[in-house]
């Protein structure tokens, strides 16, 4: 047995109001079938307490309710002590804690009001004596750092406003009392409302740590443009040790020749960071073999952060885009199913990150031009060529002052091309074909002006009115061949998410990279690691 003294004045860090939030959750009725008898701990404090507890560190009405609710639920009955010291799921949390503030590098959870208990802890000492004010003060402080910690590792820093980083997908909603109750009562697993992805981009990062600390990698250098496999070069061993850092050459051969395993291993690298898989070594690909792994650090942590905004599991079928892999992911049963190429919203025209429901499938659209297309390239087009309208398979069908309304006839050269897929929204964003079927070949696919064309939109029509038994494929291609337009409403809304991901590990275990095509990393790196 060993007595420690634990916080004798507590007011520093829980001064403030964290979590400020619109309304005040409701608070739980008080259970009080919990008594001394049936409880798993003999020691109770008294809801005066509690209240004096709150009212000293002036937390919001949030955060109080907060309090109150979880104390009502356990009739009062301390959640992290029993008389002679911690409780194991005190142990748990305190080393999930730990464990995040490693892996997130996010000092801010660092409480040092906490530094005795910890110290105790990682001494191995669970069992001790303790006064009943420090033990009162300590059980009330665990719980309001559960909370912190709560918002932040499982919703992410809400000092970040992810509408000024152009993310407009709402932030993920966290009941931080049900988790802290999930806590008592399990494991610890079940605690955790985060997605499978972030879990196994978390697990990919401790592992970039451990070739942080052995010194991460050399850049490489090629000796000629591009190298190809039966080449010899001092380089090719170079290239065979940094590919054995990420996994993808797995064979003990430090020589300088260029093999066949090399290859395949080239490949599965280039499939991973979204090139060319050709099994060629060239600028591309030595461009991403030499950014640094503390670069590939910060980059992953980004991403974590981001997938703390969305929801911990989603059910049932849904289409997710990811804008800078140029790819949408459809999901049946939440499992994934195929994979589509898509072309995404250049530089000057960024697809909007955001979700909806997709309600609707036009067969052989119109094309309603925008109005900023319509004086920009078009009313230069009639300018310089009066048939353009004509020659374009466009109607001009009113005026909005001395701009035209024009929009694109259904045909083969329908800008829109043969069925879009309409998610109603603000930003005037959907899914469509497009007879520009050339785009497709590119690795890097951003062109339009912020919709999504899709490489294969007949198979994802099947996809959505499979469960129509009248929208056969035969039928699917008749409406999108007729040249007149026709809408289709879905029996069942689909979410769609349209998402900015340049780091995960895919469904296949594979960690991949892409390139921050729009700008947000750099600036969401500027927030996250200031004074860095």
Same mark, same amino acid.
């Given at each position: ?17 964290? +979590? ?10 008080? $259970? &009080? ?34 309090? @109150? ?25 305190? #080393? ?10 996010? !000092? ?13 802890? !990682? ?23 559960? =909370? ?15 509408? !000024? ?22 494991? +610890? ?7 499978? *992805? ?14 942080? %600390?052995? +010194? +991460?990698? /050399? ?5 000629? %443009? !591009? ?32 093999? $066949? ?9 280039? *499939?991973?960071?979204g090139l060319t898989t050709d099994g060629v070594i060239g600028e591309s690909m030595v461009k991403e073999l030499n950014k640094p792994v503390e670069q590939r650090i ?14 911990? $599991? ?11 892999? =140029? ?10 199913? @195929?994979?589509?190429?898509?072309v995404v919203g250049s530089g000057q025209h960024n697809t909007v990150i955001f979700s909806g429901d997709l309600k609707y499938v036009v067969f052989s659209p119109y ?31 009113? *005026? ?25 929204? #603000? ?6 074909? &497009? ?11 951003? =062109? ?13 029509? /099947? ?33 769609? =998410?349209?998402? *900015?991901? &340049? ?11 892409? #390139? ?9 790196? %500027? ?6």
């Open positions: 047995m060993r007595h420690i003294s634990i916080w004798v004045c507590i007011t520093l860090l829980f001064s403030c109001n964290p +979590g400020d939030q619109p309304a005040a959750p409701p608070v739980e009725e008080r $259970d &009080t079938t919990i008594t001394v008898e049936n409880a798993y701990s003999e020691l109770f404090l008294d809801s005066l307490s509690l209240e004096h507890f709150v009212s000293a560190h002036t937390f919001n009405e949030t955060f109080a309710n907060q309090f @109150r609710s979880f104390y009502n639920t356990r009739n009062y009955q301390y959640a992290w002590f029993v008389p002679d010291g911690l409780t194991e799921q005190a142990l748990n949390f305190l #080393n999930r804690q730990s464990d995040y503030i490693s892996y997130s590098k996010d !000092s801010s959870l660092q409480n040092p009001l906490l530094k005795p208990l910890l110290d105790t802890v !990682s001494q191995g000492v669970t069992k001790f004596r303790i006064s009943d004010s420090d033990r009162l003060n300590a059980e009330l402080m665990l719980t309001a750092q559960f =909370f912190r910690f709560a918002e932040k590792a499982f919703a992410g820093d809400t000092s970040l406003d992810v509408s !000024s980083l152009k993310w407009y997908i709402p932030r993920k909603k966290i009941d931080v009392v049900a988790a802290l109750d999930s806590l008592m009562k399990g494991s +610890g697993e079940a605690y955790e409302p985060l997605n499978a *992805y972030y879990k196994r981009l978390k697990a990919a990062l401790i592992q970039y740590y451990q070739v942080e %600390k052995l +010194g +991460g990698w /050399r850049p490489v250098k090629l000796e000629k %443009k !591009s190298m190809r496999q039966g080449d010899t070069a001092t380089v090719i061993t170079e290239i065979k040790k940094r590919l054995s850092y990420t996994g993808d050459f797995t064979l003990q051969d430090s020589s300088s020749l260029f093999t $066949d395993s090399l290859t395949e291993a080239v490949k599965r690298f280039q *499939y991973r960071y910060r980059q992953m942590l980004i991403n974590l952060e981001r997938m703390r905004w969305v929801p911990e $599991d989603i059910r049932g079928d849904y289409l997710l885009v990811n804008i800078p892999e =140029f790819k949408l992911h459809i999901f049946e049963n939440a499992v994934p199913i @195929r994979h589509m190429d898509v094309w309603n031009v925008p109005a900023s297309i319509v004086k920009n390239e078009i009313m230069p087009g009639i300018q310089r060529n009066p048939g353009y309208i004509k020659a374009h398979n466009m109607e001009i069908t009113g *005026y909005a002052g001395n701009i035209p309304v024009v929009r694109q006839k259904p045909g083969p050269n329908n800008s829109l091309g043969r069925v879009k897929f309409l998610f109603p929204n #603000n930003y005037n964003i959907y899914m469509h074909d &497009t007879p520009a079927r050339s785009l497709f070949g590119e690795t890097r696919r951003a =062109f339009s002006h912020g919709c999504i064309r899709l490489a294969e939109p007949e198979w994802l029509a /099947r996809f959505l009115l499979r469960n129509d038994s009248t929208w056969t494929q035969d039928a699917i291609r008749k409406a999108m061949l007729a040249n007149k337009e026709r809408t289709v409403t879905l029996k069942q809304p689909i979410p769609v =998410f349209i998402g *900015y991901f &340049t780091a995960w590990v895919d469904s296949k275990g594979q960690l991949n990279f892409r #390139n921050d095509v729009y700008g947000h990393d750099a600036k969401m790196e %500027k927030l996250m690691f200031k004074g860095e």
